[in-house]
């Protein structure tokens, strides 16, 4: 028999058919499964929609929920309609360019099983899947994991309670890039007395880019999608 | 030694709330700099990397901070009413 996790796996995804293939081969390999997975296409130019179309059909021992959007209106709104869709009470997310390590669903959610009411959320580790000096830089200096004061979770790679989510509205679907949707999420629990954690041993393996102009409009996008955020929070503090 | 894009504001008396004392974004000043360049003497020191890493690292972060000041400038001028929480 398998073993299942009862949570529902997020995964928005655009015009990222390679990297969202890889994905999904290794979620294949995770020791439990989760109990279902929930692919949000962005409305993608590329094959994306076949694929997914074509993974639909084959037997992986999980749910499968695919929702293909009209239009694109960021990862936000993708991620909202998997919290939406999704059935069970904790819900991870993960980045369509990561590979997963075979016990990461088992590490992530483990920590929200336990007593503990105000934990909302788990963010976990990325190492990079490939080595070139921009992923060392960004692995090094820990870019993408919750920062030591464990203010905000970077959906890269976290699970959250889907309750907790719901009561404040999901993420800031104004925030239409990849940037600050996370931070302006984390914000409002934080804002709300809700906690989270960290855990050191649930791992992804991200495929950071190594293109320099995609770094400087990488930073340019967490640049202003931050300070949306702190625009939003000041805002409804002010309200 | 952990750092984070998002770090400590340096004009702390804007904050009142303790748990936002942290996510105001590092800016592009020499202060910034400097941690930037200690922390990657920190890599160099502890993690071995080799001193070419360390100055494209160096380069990376200068780049980093100078675009991500660069995006929180263009919504600043976006929101120009954005709010003080003092007021």
Redesign the interface.
Known sequence: MIRKIRVSLIIPTYNRILKLFRLLKSLNQLEPLPDEVIIIDDHSNDQTPELLKRWEEIKNGFCKKIVLKDHNKGPAHSRNIGIETASNDLVAFLDDDVVVKNDWIRRITTPLSNENKNLVGVGGVVKAFKKHIISQYYVIHKILEAPIQLNYLPTVNCCFKKEQLMNIGGFNTSISFAGGEDTDLCLRLKKKGFCFKKVHDAIVYHDFSPNFLKFCQTWLRYGKGTHLAIHNLRRSIND | M??????NEINQNKIS?P??Q????RRFTIKNISKQMT?NLH?YFR?K?SLT?IF??SF??F??L???????????LR?RD????R?
């Open positions: 952990t750092k984070s894009y998002l770090t709330e748990w936002e942290n996510i105001i974004a922390y890599v993690e990397e890493h494209i690292f990376l972060g780049i980093q100078l675009f991500y000041t660069l995006g929180a400038f263009l919504v600043k929101y954005m709010p003080s929480l007021s």
